[in-house]
Structures are given as C-alpha cells and as structure tokens.
C-alpha cells in the first residue's frame, strides 16, 4: 500500500520567513496530494492540492510542487506569520473515492 | 464550501460503556465517509472506510466488532466504540467529499474521547 513520508517534523523560523515541507510517496499509482493544516484540538484544514498532472501550483502565499518521477512533493510557505504556526499534513491518494494516506506532521512554529 | 459535522467534540465516558460520535455532510450527499484515529502529536491514522448502505471496510488491526460503523443514510455516517476501554482514548476525525468538488476530503472538527 501506499506510504508517504513527511520531513521535518519539527520546523521553527522567524517571522517573515520561509518554511519548506517535504514529503515522499511510495505508490506511483497517487495521483492526488493535499496538504493540511491542523490547529491544536480541531480537525485538518486543506490548504492546497495538486494533481499529477501538474507540476506546481500556488495560492498566494502557499505553494506546492511536485515531481512525479522522483515521487515527491513540497509545500512551501512564504512571509510566514504568526498564525501559520501549526501542525502540516501532506497526503497522497488515487483521488476520487479512495482513502487518503497521510504523512507524520510537520510541527510549524513561526517566531514573531 | 462543504463542511462536514462531527459530534460530540469531547465525550468522557467509564470503562465498559459504549460511545457514539456522529458525522454529518452538510448541503451534499458523501456515499463514503472515512474515520481516523489519531493520537496526541501524532499522525491521523486511518481506521475505516463508511460506505452507505453496505458494510465498512475497516484497516488492518482494527477490530470491527469494538468499533462499529454505520452509514445509514447519504449524509450521516456514526461510529461506536463499544465496550470502551481506556486505551480507547484518543481524537477521532471523520472525513467527506463533495462529490461535485475537487477531490479534497472535508474533515469534521473531531471528538476528544476520554474514558476513565
């Protein structure tokens, strides 16, 4: 079955910063990675996806690359803030109806 | 966007009782509902796949008859930790998809289950 795999689990950086999440795949079959934010006692958040058939996608100052022959993907975060601090799940999955795997976490902590 | 609604937040219950959480697809139908676990600072880990009007597919290691699933209706999937014990404990997160939308899943706010 599938596994990903999330570094790092523990990020801290200043305030303005950028932060970067990386995370590997094992089944080339994925075709589809969100990313998640999850706030202490409150459920994932989806923050940004891609598909396999694109390389990178961006919403302000999220974004997220992909490298399908290497089988990973990066979230990359911009002008941190404060309120970015939080716990990052990325995910990979077949899409449509199937169960979606999840990486370890990543703990984000944005210093002001 | 869809939203998904998940109850109770928090539950305490006594050894031996039996829980129900409850998660609900507001404003779109979800013919598959999944439940996770997920313990403090760790990853959420996938439990079952809720399928409406059939029986659910649970992962490997997790036991059927203890945690009971039921999708009895196009918007509202429960799971049942029965005969709880507290080993039990843990944040329970359900997920659905809008059909219509995207192929993220929308996640409930999840259920803190204590059991004492």
């Known amino acids: 079955g599938e596994n990903v795999e999330q570094h790092p689990s523990t990020l801290s950086v200043q305030e303005g910063d950028s932060a970067v999440i990386k995370c590997t795949y094992s089944?080339?079959?994925?075709?589809?990675f969100p990313w998640y934010k999850q706030e202490l006692g409150k459920g994932p958040q989806l923050i940004i996806d891609i598909r396999s058939n694109v390389g990178e996608k961006k919403d302000q100052r999220i974004a997220v690359t992909l490298n399908k022959t290497a089988k990973h993907f990066s979230l990359h975060i911009t002008e941190t803030q404060p309120e970015d601090s939080a716990v990052y799940f990325c995910?990979?999955?077949?899409?449509?109806?199937?169960?979606?795997?999840f990486g370890a976490g990543t703990r984000l902590f944005v210093k002001a | 966007g869809a939203v998904v609604s998940q109850h109770p937040s928090r539950v305490i219950c006594k050894s031996g009782t039996s829980v129900k959480i409850e998660c609900r697809s507001l404003?779109?139908?979800?013919?598959?509902m999944f439940w996770y676990r997920q313990f403090p600072k760790q990853s959420l880990m996938l439990m079952a796949t809720s399928n409406e009007g059939s029986k659910a597919t649970y992962e490997q290691g997790v036991e059927k008859d203890k945690f009971l699933i039921n999708h009895a209706s196009l918007t509202l999937s429960t799971l049942t930790v029965t005969s709880a014990h507290p080993e039990d404990s843990s944040f329970y997160i359900c997920?659905?998809?809008?059909?219509?939308?995207?192929?993220?899943?929308?996640f409930g706010s999840g259920t803190r289950l204590t059991v004492v």
């Open positions: 089944d080339s079959a994925s075709n589809y």
């Open positions: 404003d779109f139908q979800a013919t598959t």
């Open positions: 995910a990979a999955s077949l899409g449509g109806g199937f169960k979606t795997i």
């Open positions: 997920s659905a998809r809008e059909p219509r939308g995207n192929y993220g899943y929308t």
